[in-house]
């Protein structure tokens, strides 16, 4: 019978840090992978002579306060050593509304600068609003303290109490920041997934700030390098990795007790299993009988939230030659980002990468590589999809946005596709494994938000011997949330391991 202290399923940026960490205390540790290749949603794909950055937009590697957690600081700890590259320009936004803007936006500083030009008269509202942060960061080193009593929380913590109901729409409204402002600060909402009236105030704030004050970055190895780096960590620690491990089952005692999983019809065991897995997912593979009820309500309670399809087009001229001047440029058909979300399928929002700008060398001189993402809720395919059709409407979107994106930046893209690859809800569905191939878990939404979800997490997920990481959990969707959910579990399982010891 194989034993191990701990089981990590699944190989995402989540897992890899859970697994990093129980291995680096020198417990035994296995690592199921149902691909051949770790990194789930970050990884890379080639075609032709192009190798395409799958999911990263932007990492945001550091916190707004240097003793919070942080991608940086994890990845510090466990020796995983990344190459990355740090972007001033924060993103190109066009809006085609009748008072619709073009505008450039940069980090620090200039930021203010930006929207104080675009908006004349915003920039002290504006600060009013990144100030928050202070209030939101200090509040989470409070919970993080573990001792987290609510009534502390509300005195104390008053202003981070109230954003925590509010969603950032209102807050922005509050602040008697201007309409066209607050369009323009919004800009980030389908990096969560939620139109901003349905936007928890918090997990934005916490979302621009970062971004803004701490600056984007991207590795200069697509995000394959980031999991690359934390499998190498991993197994320096010995921790062992089965890739082509799909596991089929979760295995529990008559308590209902993790005990161990199924893959490859083999029982593995462990004292401790780590899912990186969303639990709707774990449900369908476990005996329900043994589950809380409490978790099978919530995870049916829950939506799924956003995905994408994505377009990547490697073209045979430089960005130069195609007059391609930006890294992200944001493409709204309105200023309102609740009518975007509206009209996501009818070019609503989109957003286009073209990854040369901060990366000159990520593809063959002479050449430059687009990236399209455009949001898509559960539900929002054709119902009458098959085989033939599945095609032939993934080339109509793909033709329809390029239209777009020439005519919207008056550049010249068709002629000059040298590969195309075209990704849908069905690629990702296939790909991660989850409901309506969504990429972001569930949706972050004013009733389900990241502060309900990180403070009842100990009554949402109770399964002994079990515990949760990834994008579908506490903090929502993201590598940074990722890693920190990762840590998280990693950290907490030791700390178990250790007292049961
Ligand atoms: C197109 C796209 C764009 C994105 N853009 C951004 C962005 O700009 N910024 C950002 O912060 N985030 C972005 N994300 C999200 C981000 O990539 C993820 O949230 C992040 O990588 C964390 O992933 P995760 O830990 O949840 O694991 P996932 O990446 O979901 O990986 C889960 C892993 O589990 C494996 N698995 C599933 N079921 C089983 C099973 N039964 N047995 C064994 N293994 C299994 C899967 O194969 C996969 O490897 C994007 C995602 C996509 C797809």
């Given at each position: 019978m194989k034993q191990y202290d701990v089981i990590v399923v699944g190989a995402g940026n989540g897992?890899?840090?859970a697994a990093a960490d129980v291995a680096k205390e020198g417990y035994k540790t296995l690592l199921l992978e149902k691909h051949n290749l770790p990194g789930g949603c970050a990884t890379s794909f080639v075609r032709g002579r192009f190798e395409f950055e799958t999911a990263l937009h932007e990492l945001c590697d550091e916190s707004?306060?240097?003793?919070?957690?942080?991608?940086?600081?994890?990845?510090?700890?466990?020796?995983?050593r990344v190459d990355l590259v740090h972007e001033d320009t924060l993103f190109r936004v066009i809006s085609k509304d009748k008072d619709g803007?073009?505008?450039?936006?940069?980090?620090?500083?200039?930021?203010?600068?930006?929207?104080?030009?675009?908006?004349?008269?915003?920039?002290d509202k504006v600060k009013k609003l990144f100030d928050l942060i202070e209030q939101i960061d200090a509040a989470q080193r409070y919970v993080n303290t573990g001792k987290m009593n609510p009534l502390t929380l509300m005195n104390k913590y008053g202003d981070f109490m109230r954003l925590g109901s509010h969603s950032i729409e209102e807050v922005e409204i509050a602040l008697g920041i201007p309409e066209k402002a607050r369009s323009i600060l919004n800009t980030y909402w389908c990096y969560l997934g939620v139109p901003t009236d349905d936007l928890n105030a918090v997990h934005y704030i916490s979302l621009l700030t970062a971004y803004a004050k701490v600056k984007p970055s991207m590795p200069h190895n697509r995000s394959h390098e980031l999991s690359l780096s934390l499998v190498k960590a991993f197994q320096g620690f010995g921790g062992e990795i089965r890739y082509n491990s799909e596991v089929t089952e979760f295995l529990f005692d008559e308590k209902g007790a993790a005990i161990g999983v199924v893959a490859n019809g083999e029982k593995l065991y462990a004292k401790k299993i780590i899912s990186n897995v969303i639990p709707a997912n774990v449900i369908n593979r476990s005996d329900a009988k043994k589950l809380p009820k409490r978790m099978k309500?919530?995870?049916?309670?829950?939506?799924?939230?956003?995905?994408?399809?994505?377009?990547?087009?490697?073209?045979?001229?430089?960005?130069?030659?195609?007059?391609?001047?930006?890294?992200?440029?944001?493409?709204?058909?309105d200023n309102d980002s609740r009518v975007q979300f509206d009209k996501r399928k009818e070019m609503g929002i989109y957003v286009v990468n073209c990854l040369n700008k901060v990366l000159p060398e990520s593809s063959p001189k002479g050449t430059s590589t687009l990236f399209f993402t455009i949001p898509f809720m559960p539900g929002d395919l054709p119902e009458d999809l098959n085989e033939t059709t599945y095609k032939d409407y993934k080339n109509e979107v793909a033709k329809r946005y390029i239209l777009d994106y020439e005519k919207t930046l008056g550049v010249s893209i068709m002629p000059h596709i040298e590969e195309i690859v075209v990704a849908t809800p069905v690629t990702f569905a296939r790909y991660l494994g989850t409901p309506e191939g969504a990429i972001y878990?569930?949706?972050?939404?004013?009733?389900?938000?990241?502060?309900?979800?990180?403070?009842?997490?100990?009554?949402?997920?109770?399964?002994?011997?079990?515990?949760?990481?990834?994008?579908?959990?506490?903090?929502?969707?993201?590598?940074?949330?990722?890693y920190i959910t990762g840590d998280k579990a990693g950290k907490a399982t030791v700390k178990e391991l250790k007292e049961e010891k």
């Open positions: 897992g890899l840090v707004t306060s240097e003793d919070l957690e942080s991608s940086k600081e994890i990845f510090t700890r466990l020796g995983a803007y073009d505008l450039v936006l940069h980090t620090g500083e200039r930021f203010f600068d930006d929207m104080e030009k675009a908006v004349p008269g915003c920039r309500k919530l995870a049916n309670a829950r939506k799924i939230g956003m995905t994408f399809i994505t377009i990547y087009l490697g073209l045979d001229r430089s960005m130069e030659e195609l007059g391609i001047n930006d890294y992200s440029v944001f493409i709204f058909s878990g569930y949706a972050s939404e004013t009733w389900d938000n990241i502060i309900g979800r990180v403070v009842m997490e100990p009554m949402e997920y109770t399964v002994k011997n079990m515990k949760f990481c990834g994008g579908h959990h506490t903090r929502g969707d993201g590598y940074p949330s990722g």
